[in-house]
């Protein structure tokens, strides 16, 4: 389901920052190479994610979900020299393609990649965490949530995406929607966090540590 009229996200992704060329060829090459292509987060959601890591002024940053790479690279723009990304991912393809990148990147030194299931990992990454992005299996986000909330600094911020899950939470039918909707329900019970969700894409939770 779009929720935006498409002339309407055109407008915005004309009005956000350019991501720059090779952003748009690790797009361009997802779309090629990689399965599911429109995983990827976009321009406008990259922006979005490197504008709030600025804005915080984070230098640790945790991530749940790879892919090709795409919103890590974004967010590693907004780290200081010295400041630091980890980001799991569990598929040696999409692995393979985000190293690649990163690589290529004046940015990449700044992130590692832990391969593996992320709730696996987790056990051995260390906080205190400025910011985490989880875009990874639905069916685990309430588990990441609950891993990783003790790892954020206080005021830390932990951005969530595909809350809305084109519109499926609304009459939940299998795993990874009753998952999500499961997960919304828990935040926004939470009183450790104050929390805002967003209709930006597939819905983006932002969720503040207390
Ligand atoms: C929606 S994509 C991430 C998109 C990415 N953030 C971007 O901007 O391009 C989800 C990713 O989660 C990964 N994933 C799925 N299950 C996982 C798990 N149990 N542990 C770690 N990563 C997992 C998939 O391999 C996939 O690459």
Redesign the pocket.
């Known amino acids: 389901m779009d929720f935006i009229n498409e002339e309407i996200e055109k407008y915005c992704f004309n009005h956000s920052q350019n991501d720059g060329p090779l952003l748009q060829k690790l797009e361009r090459e ?1 779309y090629e190479k990689l399965e599911i292509p429109q ?3 976009g321009r406008i959601e ?1 922006r979005f994610l490197k504008f709030l890591a600025g804005a915080i002024g984070a230098e640790k940053i945790l ?10 690279l974004s967010m590693a723009e907004a780290l200081p020299e010295g400041g630091s990304l980890i980001t ?4 040696p393809v ?1 692995i393979e393609f985000a190293r690649r990148y990163f690589a290529q990147s004046i940015h990449g030194k700044k992130i590692s990649l832990m391969e593996g ?3 696996e990992s987790l056990k051995s990454i260390p906080g205190p965490f400025d910011m985490a ?1 989880i ?3 639905k069916v ?1 986000y309430l588990n990441y949530y609950e891993a990783i909330l003790p790892k954020m600094r206080q005021g830390g911020l932990i951005i969530v ?1 595909n809350v809305l899950w084109s519109g499926r939470v609304l009459d939940p039918k299998d795993e990874s929607d009753f998952a999500i909707h499961e997960f919304n329900e828990k935040v926004i019970g939470d009183d450790r966090v104050e929390q805002v969700m967003l209709t930006v894409r597939d819905g983006i939770y932002c969720i503040r540590k207390l």
């Open positions: 997802t995983m990827i987060t990259g991530e749940i979900g790879t892919f090709g790479g795409y919103s890590a799991c991912d569990v598929d999409a299931p992320a709730i992005f875009d990874a299996d685990n995406d």
